[in-house]
């Protein structure tokens, strides 16, 4: 069974900075593209960054410039850098991940990890 695990949230302010990691378990012949989500309360889940397997990265608007993905293929984990946080940033954050398995890719999701930007 694949199971995706993020860590790395917590409480910052304003300006400040955190780094979310995501880790991945399991029986995992090879990995697509991972991503990160969020979903702040009363608010529809968005997605915050992707990137593929070969290092293209994408950003959502609101984090364009702030937030930074990469991905260590070795480790199958997938991370998030996240600088000049604001308190609109304030939500649970969510990695996936497009998984080969036996015979097709499924997507995973993680439990997510709470960060909260104080003003």
């Known amino acids: 069974q694949v199971q995706l695990v993020e860590s790395g949230g917590g409480l910052v302010q304003a300006g400040g900075s955190l780094r979310l990691s995501c880790a991945t378990s399991?029986?995992?012949?090879?990995?697509?593209?991972m991503r990160w989500h969020r979903q702040a309360p009363g608010k529809q889940r968005e997605l915050v960054a992707s990137?593929?397997?070969?290092?293209?990265?994408n950003y959502g608007d609101s984090v364009r410039g702030r937030f930074t993905i990469s991905r260590d293929a070795a480790k199958n984990m997938v991370y998030l850098q996240m600088n000049d946080l604001k308190p609109e940033d304030t939500a649970v954050y969510y990695c996936?991940?497009?998984?080969?398995?036996?015979?097709?890719?499924?997507?995973?999701w993680g439990q997510g990890t709470q960060v909260t930007v104080s003003s």
């Open positions: 990137i593929s397997p070969g290092g293209t990265r």
């Open positions: 399991g029986i995992i012949y090879s990995i697509s593209a």
């Open positions: 996936n991940a497009d998984i080969f398995q036996t015979g097709s890719f499924k997507t995973y």
